[in-house]
């Protein structure tokens, strides 16, 4: 990438940009508010509760469940503190190393995650699914993957 001369976007590029800014802003907000109003559980909560559900065992480690969260260790500590204290999770010292800790989801977790997905779900559909019309969602899900990741150096061929 030549940083000295960038190339500016053009007005279908910039839109696109903009558009996905103000969606990684807005859409986390208003999940979240349905999260809060419809079920008393935030987004983050649910997120954890979800990714701990998701593991076969039901059981994450502590530094895997904040990296599938996208969070910090210690953002994700909290989160687990409060929904242990809840009793939705518990903690517990890894059988294969006494240094980590496991975050374990209870029954109590479970039922409080099966009542809050059909408002998640409901919510995703409304604020994001039914914007999106006719577009190839495999296609757009494989771009939305990409993100994050360098970028193949274009072809000028193209």
Not at 34 to 58: F, I, M
Not at 77 to 106: F, H, P
Not at 117 to 134: I, K, N, Q
């Amino acid at each position: 990438m030549d940083e000295e001369d960038p190339r500016p976007l053009d007005d279908a590029e910039e839109k696109v940009v903009r558009a996905l800014a103000r969606a990684l802003l807005v859409l986390p907000r208003l999940l979240d508010a349905d999260l809060v109003r419809e079920q008393r559980l935030a987004l983050q909560e649910y997120e954890v509760l979800r990714h701990v559900s998701e593991s076969p065992t039901r059981l994450l480690r502590m530094s895997d469940l904040a990296a599938r969260c996208e969070l910090s260790l210690s953002g994700t500590t909290r989160i687990v503190s409060r929904l242990e204290s809840d009793g939705l999770l518990k903690r517990v010292t890894c059988e294969q190393d006494a240094r980590g800790t496991n975050a374990v989801l209870t029954y109590r977790g479970l039922k409080r995650l099966q009542a809050a997905w059909p408002t998640h779900l409901a919510s995703v559909r409304r604020h994001v699914l039914d914007h999106l019309g006719e577009l190839d969602l495999h296609r757009l899900s494989m771009a939305l993957q990409l993100f994050g990741t360098p970028a193949e150096p274009a072809d000028p061929d193209r």
